[in-house]
């Protein structure tokens, strides 16, 4: 029996964190011949070369290096790219996870020339489709064979917009079972060592920042940093910054909120103010995201990850597409408005957190059961 050949698409650190399991599990399974592509959709390559270390995800098979670009034309260069690709190594199926431009742009090259496509966590809606991201879903999961969710709520919104039964698995979260295995090694990370916060002396919180939404709108990102600096009174906030967003706070002069830059080869946070952090590697920010006393963001991810941590979460957006997070875990929309952030934030710090608990099949074998399905249905 031949093999069945895999490419697995990675764009964004996002991705990363997902396909690694995956691609763990796949490798255990001689059914399976597996290729990594990398788009080059995120180009920091020091960034990329951490994650892939820390992750220990292979090196990529082919890495196309498309770079940055509108989402128009960064979408049309990779599959222009990966076209060739695809004819070259005729894959019995294209693997894409999440919902940035490379998981768009490779799909609808699989899906034009005749390749099935798997989706791993497909249905997920915000229902706001002023955010890039959720066209990508909406049209990824039109073209999808195989739709593999993370919540009941993503069955639901596949089956109205008229996704067969058939076709939806319901198997899990891969993000959770990275930290399942990576839990322990965050443990040991240096980070917080390095910036003053080893002996738990005193809390902190965590930010991330980087929606367009939020970061390219004066007025919104004024909001948020202000509120955010209030908090910072009672407790340091640490940031790592995404590159973008510490270009943003120098077009719109915010210096004046923050309290230091600080990268993570060794400062020391203080007892109050918001530090902006060099960007940070997965075991990094993991030791950091556990330790912290709440976190602020408007990441998805983030609020994945907090709902099974059991931190406190407050998402800087009026929307989620993970409202599992929000129904059963430790999330909380927040929106921009200053006194809303000020007036949330201090409840969960004075201990009027939320009770929460972890959703069904987040439980560190997601990655098992998509590969046990995709070897079941392609054999």
């Known amino acids: 029996m031949s093999q069945i050949k895999i490419i697995n698409v990675v764009g964004a650190r996002p991705n990363f964190i997902k396909i690694a399991p995956l691609m763990e599990e796949i490798k255990k399974d001689k059914s399976f011949k597996s290729l990594l592509v990398h788009t080059g959709q995120h180009y920091d390559l020091a960034m990329s070369k951490l994650f892939f270390k820390d992750l220990e995800i292979p090196e990529p098979d082919i890495n196309l290096g498309v770079g940055s670009g509108s989402h128009s034309y960064q979408t049309a260069k990779i599959m222009m790219k990966f076209e060739k690709v695809v004819n070259l190594l005729n894959p019995s199926l294209v693997l894409v996870v999440g919902d940035v431009n490379s998981t768009l742009a490779c799909s609808l090259v699989a899906a034009k020339l005749g390749v099935k496509i798997a989706h791993v966590e497909a249905g997920l809606r915000s229902f706001d489709r002023s955010m890039p991201e959720e066209i990508n879903r909406v049209l990824v999961d039109s073209l999808a064979d195989f739709l593999f969710i993370t919540e009941r709520d993503a069955r639901d919104n596949l089956k109205k917009e008229g996704i067969p039964s058939s076709k939806i698995y319901f198997v899990g979260n891969v993000m959770i079972d990275t930290l399942f295995k990576y839990r322990r090694d965050a443990g040991k990370a240096l980070i917080k060592k390095k910036l003053g916060l080893e002996s738990n002396s005193f809390p902190y919180a965590l930010l991330t920042l980087h929606r367009p939404s939020n970061v390219d709108d004066r007025f919104k990102f004024y909001e948020i940093l202000d509120a955010l600096k209030k908090i910072s009174e009672s407790l340091p906030i640490i940031f790592p910054s995404h590159p973008r967003t510490k270009k943003q706070i120098q077009v719109f002069g915010f210096q004046k909120f923050f309290d230091g830059y600080f990268s993570s080869r060794g400062n020391r946070i203080g007892k109050k103010g918001i530090y902006l952090v ?38 800087l957006r009026e929307n989620t597409e993970r409202p599992i997070t929000v129904n059963e875990g430790s999330n909380q929309l927040v929106g921009t408005e200053k006194e809303k952030i000020i007036k949330t934030a201090f409840k969960v710090l004075d201990g009027g957190e939320k009770r929460f608990r972890i959703p069904k099949f987040w439980d560190g074998k997601a990655s098992r059961r998509i590969v046990s399905i995709l070897k079941d249905k392609l054999s």
């Open 278 to 315: 060099s960007p940070l590697g997965y075991l990094n920010f993991l030791s950091l995201l556990e330790g912290a006393k709440i976190v602020f963001t408007d990441s998805g991810g983030i609020q994945e990850e907090t709902t099974f941590l059991g931190v406190p979460c407050l998402t």
